[in-house]
């Protein structure tokens, strides 16, 4: 080792370039019993510090767990990018629209959040950590509250799960190690560790995408099932795609602005009075506040509060005719139900022969469902005597006074 760092310093020396003295440090790696307590070496006369991690290329290298320090680094340098874009916009209600958002996500925060971990394949609580804070962000940036089922979060957002990302990304990896040929190392640890057949750069990444997303496709459908609150967003997880009730045909502000209701509807985290007293521990009355007279659950809100039905009458109706036009206009021999409509009309066109139909219901029948949620719980709120939050920038709540 001694040997090595002459060689070292006598060869920056004689080519002219300083070895950095901050990033010349002495990580010991446990190879066997022996200690290196009273290891001392100089550099340039200068003592060199043992170290427990030091960063190599962006990866963070540790005595023990070289995973975990990298995600611990990763994700700090993840939210910082993350705070960086706040001023564009980035960040869930009064912002961008989350199609917008998520590309961003998918452009800036995302290749920082997960850098290197392709070479680490973290597991067990390392990947847990990462997961939770890929979750936690995709929520945020959605509008969506922490307590929604996991399988939304993808759903609306049409992300993979980081840990299918770390998985493509290693595939990736593999695949340029298998066409570097067989004069590199990385090439020859391969061919002795098992038997490659390379593939073309786009065949390999293409062959790996299908695989991954139809592992992950299915996966994230199967457990939306599983979960009552999603039962009007199941088996619709596309990858690469938002979930069309969070896009807006033209992104105007007023759009956006009702965006995030209705997405709290769809993944069933809106709090009626039903869902207090399913969740509460106190006695809690699940009749309707306003009206008095039945149960608040989504559809008495929807459909039937008497309270509200001078807000909802006319927009229903329209919404109930452009509905019977557009099904008739496709032929759709199934039963339709108005509550399906109204809290996710795309839960219809199921193939994807209907790419017409989500074409329509994008223009003409989801921006009226979007308006409706919108006044209802607007109107809701307001006879309720609810203000809504607004967290002010030490993380208070400031009530809004109108
Ligand atoms: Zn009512």
Redesign the pocket.
């Known amino acids: 080792m001694i040997y090595c760092r002459t060689v070292y310093s006598d060869y920056s020396k004689r080519e002219g370039y300083h070895l950095q003295p901050t990033k010349s440090v002495i990580l010991p790696v446990k190879t066997s019993n022996r200690l290196f307590d009273d290891m001392d070496l100089d550099l340039n006369g200068e003592l060199m510090p043992v170290v427990d991690k030091t960063p190599h290329i962006g990866i963070q290298r540790a005595f023990k767990d070289s995973a975990s320090a990298t995600i611990e680094e990763n994700l700090k340098k993840a939210r910082r990018s993350l705070y960086s874009l706040m001023a564009s916009g980035l960040h869930g209600e009064n912002g961008l629209d989350p199609v917008t958002a998520i590309s961003l996500v998918k452009t800036y925060i995302i290749p920082v959040m997960l850098y290197g971990l392709e070479t680490l394949l973290p597991n067990g609580k390392n990947l847990d950590l990462i997961n939770k804070q890929y979750k936690k962000m995709l929520k945020q940036i959605l509008s969506l509250t922490t307590n929604v089922a996991d399988p939304a979060v993808y759903i609306i957002s049409g992300q993979l799960p980081a840990e299918a990302e770390i998985h493509k990304r290693a595939f990736t990896l593999f695949g340029n190690i298998c066409r570097s040929g067989n004069t590199s190392m990385e090439w020859r640890i391969a061919e002795r560790q098992l038997s490659i057949t390379p593939l073309s750069k786009f065949l390999w990444k293409k062959f790996i995408s299908t695989k991954v997303n139809s592992y992950w496709e299915k996966r994230i459908n199967d457990e939306s099932k599983l979960y009552p609150t999603l039962s009007y967003l199941e088996m619709s997880y596309k990858i690469g795609q938002c979930h069309p009730i969070a896009r807006t045909v033209d992104a105007n502000i007023r759009d956006i602005a009702k965006i995030p209701v209705r997405l709290k509807i769809a993944t069933g985290t809106y709090i009626l009075q039903t869902n207090r007293a399913a969740f509460n521990q106190n006695k809690i009355d699940v009749v309707?506040?306003?009206?008095?007279?039945?149960e608040?659950t989504l559809a008495?809100?929807l459909l039937?509060?008497?309270?509200?039905e001078y807000v909802r009458k006319d927009i229903l109706e329209k919404i109930t005719n452009t509905c019977s036009l557009l099904f008739a206009k496709y032929n759709l021999a199934v039963e339709v139900d108005l509550l399906t409509v109204v809290v996710n009309p795309y839960a219809y066109c199921i193939t994807s022969a209907h790419l017409e139909l989500t074409n329509d219901i994008n223009i003409h029948l989801e921006p009226l469902c979007r308006h409706l949620i919108y006044r209802l719980h607007h109107k809701r709120y307001e006879l309720l005597n609810i203000m809504p939050k607004k967290k002010n920038r030490k993380g208070g709540i400031k009530y809004k006074t109108f």
Do not use: A, I
Not at 304 to 308: A, D, F, M, P, S
């Open positions: 309707c506040m306003l009206c008095k007279c039945s608040e008495h809100f039937g509060c008497t309270r509200l």
